[in-house]
């Protein structure tokens, strides 16, 4: 047998083994999101993570529902996951970052004996919404920053994203949330005006109320003044 005909041995039963693997990935999880009056939420994005954390050999991670607010996933591994649902445009966030969800979420196992699981995921209610523009203090052109929330009686939890200069955040409802913001090139900007979380002022919004507010950043090196 040719070197040739050896390779393409060799990536047919790569191929045999990748399609017993997907085989053997009967598991599935559906179910329904419904917002905080019960309601069913459409086109929400459901997502699932193992619980150990170790990286999953399925393909599909992330899907949507439909206009009854159904979903369902498949070809899962046999395992534990965590699940979350989100929607932002609605003010429903991604709670599988821990900023949100405050490490609560409802979780499945997957077995043998028992490889379908029905689930009802609940969001709501709506966050807070912060939103505004970021703006140079001197030039007053805008500029796209990274945005920092962190809640201030755990700062163990936060998330950081990318913003372009008209920006908008969710907040979790009635948490007291410390922010900063900043940008290559500019000194970073804290609200409350100072860098110490024990000594600045938080912010803490109602549910779906939204509060408009403007940044300016401060070059780190201010171009001096003409006579």
Sequence with gaps: MGARSVRLAMWLNVLLLATCAAAQRPGSISGTVLDERGSPVAVAQVRV????????????LMVETDKNGHFIMNNLDLT?????????AAGYPNTAAS???NNAFPTVTLTAGAPEVEVTLRVG?????????????????PVSASVLLRRTSDPDKWIS???KAEYRVLLPPSVDVCVEVSA????????????????RSPIQLESSK????DIQLEPEDKPEKQP
């Excluded at 703006?135 to 052109?141: C, I």
């Excluded at 939204?210 to 507010?213: F, H, I, Q, V």
């Design 161 to 163: 994203m990318s913003q």
């Design 80 to 88: 534990d996951y965590k699940v979350f649902a989100m929607k932002e």
């Design 99 to 101: 900023f949100y969800s």
């Design 49 to 60: 993570d193992t619980l150990d954390g170790r990286p999953k050999a399925s393909a599909v």
């Design 210 to 213: 939204e509060m408009k507010l």
């Design 184 to 199: 290559p090139g500019y000194k970073t900007w804290f609200y409350g005006g100072t860098s110490d979380t024990l000594k």
């Design 125 to 141: 209610p709506p966050a807070g919404i912060m939103s505004g523009i970021v703006k140079d203090a001197v030039t007053g052109a």
